[in-house]
Nanobody, 122 residues
Framework: QVQLVESGGGLVQPGGSLRLSCAASRIVFNEYAMGWFRQAPGEQRDLVAAISRYDKIHYADSVKGRFTISRDVANSTLNLQMNSLKPEDTAVYYC????????????????WGQGTQVTVSS
């Protein structure tokens, strides 16, 4: 069974940085598009960033210039570097995987991690 396990969440002050990682197992990592979603309390789950199997990248407008998505194929790991964090970035962040980029971007990905909490507060 495919597993996606996120790590790296925590509490950070506004303007700070965090790096999330997602370790994928039982998946041919370089044949999947991957992405990050987030969900704040009482809000819908929204796409943060996505990367295709050909390294085409898409960001939500709210994180452009602050967040960077990357993939380490050798280690089957997806990363999200988050800089200049704002209180509105507070959410549970989910790693997702799908055979297609459209599957990731549309939120109907085949595989989801359990989520990691990111809290931005002073």
């Amino acid at each position: 069974q495919v597993q996606l396990v996120e790590s790296g969440g925590g509490l950070v002050q506004p303007g700070g940085s965090l790096r999330l990682s997602c370790a994928a197992s039982r998946i041919v990592f370089n044949e999947y598009a991957m992405g990050w979603f987030r969900q704040a309390p009482g809000e819908q789950r929204d796409l943060v960033a996505a990367i295709s199997r050909y390294d085409k990248i898409h960001y939500a407008d709210s994180v452009k210039g602050r967040f960077t998505i990357s993939r380490d194929v050798a280690n089957s790991t997806l990363n999200l570097q988050m800089n200049s964090l704002k209180p509105e970035d507070t959410a549970v962040y989910y790693c997702v995987g799908s055979p297609t980029m459209s599957g990731v971007v549309s939120g109907v990905a085949d595989y989801w991690g359990q989520g990691t909490q990111v809290t931005v507060s002073s």
